[in-house]
Nanobody, 124 residues
Framework: QVQLVESGGGLVQAGGSLRLSCAASKRIVSINRMGWYRQAPGKPRDLVATISSDDLTNYADSVKGRFTISRDNAKNTLYLQMNSLKPEDTAVYYC??????????????????WGQGTQVTVSS
């Protein structure tokens, strides 16, 4: 089991910056992949950025060049640095961890863990 706790959300004006943090209860070096997702009201949860155990990163087109995902293995913490924020970035941001789990019938599969989310609101 992995418990994830997000922090760092808030209200910011367009063009401003925020840094989100996600503290994990498990050493993140043992987690296969971590990432950030966001969900706006009435919309599905969408990928923002992911980072693999070998530091491969993936970003949604809408945040490329503005957001940076990183981690501190010593602190077991995932970060999302958000710069040049836009009103369209307004959403609840969720920390995600994908771990490999051995199952009885399916062998080794991926299992998702989620935090409770942190609200990011960007005003015009």
């Amino acid at each position: 089991q992995v418990q994830l706790v997000e922090s760092g959300g808030g209200l910011v004006q367009a063009g401003g910056s925020l840094r989100l943090s996600c503290a994990a209860s498990k050493r993140i070096v043992s987690i296969n992949r971590m990432g950030w997702y966001r969900q706006a009201p009435g919309k599905p949860r969408d990928l923002v950025a992911t980072i693999s155990s070998d530091d491969l990163t993936n970003y949604a087109d809408s945040v490329k060049g503005r957001f940076t995902i990183s981690r501190d293995n010593a602190k077991n913490t995932l970060y999302l640095q958000m710069n040049s924020l836009k009103p369209e970035d307004t959403a609840v941001y969720y920390c995600n961890a994908v771990d490999l789990v051995a199952t009885l019938y399916k062998g080794t599969i991926e299992h998702d863990y989620w935090g409770q989310g942190t609200q990011v609101t960007v005003s015009s």
